[in-house]
């Protein structure tokens, strides 16, 4: 009798774990959710989620995926940093392409380009794999989530600083990265805002110089040259920068420089006067709500929202626009964004885990 009972309790068991680990490991999903099969944040240690970004070795990218990875720790799952070196679409697609071969639980991307990325994310989507965008997005694909920071609101902050710093008139110029969808929106919005506000003050040159140092210094040098009296010059990320403000240096560095982004040169630069200040987003929250998003997509059955879902037969993470915040960085705050030192403080390894 007590065999049976034994044996009976360890048949309890097997199944109250099966049961508990077809919830969290994405089987099908049993609606209603109620309070006895609603699940918890776990996942299985055998799920591996994905994030794909172009340009890798930007330093950009780290603090995203840094908060991307605590999160994945905390739900018990893998992640891992991957994408392509290159300024390049069609490489970067075929990075993502190479992604999916190997199953993932999702990816989380960066599209360098919203049009281009439309048939890859609709790809993964149809065969089961979850992806969410962030920083820059494909509207038109199939995708459910966008974390973001507001590229207008960011734009009309910029435009608003930098012309009450030059004293409301006077001549800017920006350099851009054409067919990059973030980078065009931000410069697009910055110069309607600059025209929509600040009726003194004109955009007098635009340069593209698409993340290549060399060419925005050169750009920056020949816009100098062009127009003496150039108060300022607007950069939608920081290599442009670190050309620009080489060339700005050259020429006596009067004219103020704002990008977007850090990495430790434009720190560095910031502290030493060289730049003006930079829009950062608060890359932390980027990474962190994609990996929570990008799970609960994965595990669609643990959420059941009063909508229409089951009958378009959608998943029921619908997010098209979350905004992760911003913060704009000076000489006054400009040591709180110093990767090495925030990486040592964490004792973790970066994008090598």
């Known amino acids: 009798m007590r065999k049976a009972t034994k044996m009976i309790a360890v048949v309890l ?69 991957t994408g392509t070196p290159e300024y390049d679409v069609n490489k970067q697609i075929a990075s993502f392409e190479q992604i999916l071969v190997k199953k993932p639980a999702g990816i989380y991307v960066h599209p360098m380009n919203a049009d281009a990325f439309v048939g890859p994310i609709n790809k993964a989507i149809d065969s089961g794999v979850p992806v969410a965008t962030f920083a820059a997005d494909s509207p038109n694909s199939k995708r459910r989530v966008y974390i973001t920071s507001n590229n207008v609101n960011e734009a009309n902050v910029a435009a608003d600083d930098l012309c009450k710093k030059i004293g409301s008139e006077g001549e800017i110029a920006c350099t851009e990265n054409p067919g990059q969808s973030n980078h065009d929106l931000y410069i697009k919005s910055f110069i309607a805002r600059v025209e929509a506000k600040w009726p003194n003050v004109k955009v007098v040159a635009r340069a593209a110089t698409n993340q290549d140092t060399v060419k925005a210094y050169q750009s920056v ?25 080489q060339a700005i240096k050259e020429k006596g560095g ?54 229409d879902f089951t009958l378009k037969k959608v998943n029921p993470i619908n997010l098209p626009y979350v905004d992760n915040g911003m913060n704009i960085v000076t000489k006054d705050n400009a040591d709180c964004f110093y990767w090495d030192k925030y990486l040592k403080k964490r004792g973790t390894k970066g994008i090598e885990e």
């Open 13 to 81: 068991c097997v199944a109250l774990i099966v049961a508990c680990v077809a919830v969290v490991a994405g089987g099908a999903a049993k609606y209603p959710v109620t309070k006895k099969n609603c699940g918890q944040f776990k996942g299985n240690p055998n799920e591996t989620y994905y994030m794909n970004v172009m340009v890798s070795g930007v330093e950009y990218w780290f603090p995203v995926y840094e908060m991307f990875k605590q999160c994945a720790w905390q739900l018990g799952v893998k992640s891992v940093y």
């Open 221 to 245: 040098l020949s816009m100098l040259q062009a127009h003496p009296k150039l108060k300022a010059v607007v950069t939608p990320e920081g290599p442009s920068a670190q050309g620009a403000a």
């Open 254 to 307: 009067k004219v103020l420089l704002l990008t977007r982004d850090l990495n430790v040169t434009i720190l560095d630069m910031i502290k030493a006067g060289e730049i003006y200040g930079a829009i950062n987003p608060d890359q932390g929250n980027q990474g962190y709500f994609g990996m929570l998003t990008l799970f609960l997509c994965k595990h669609s059955e643990m959420i059941d929202p009063m909508s």
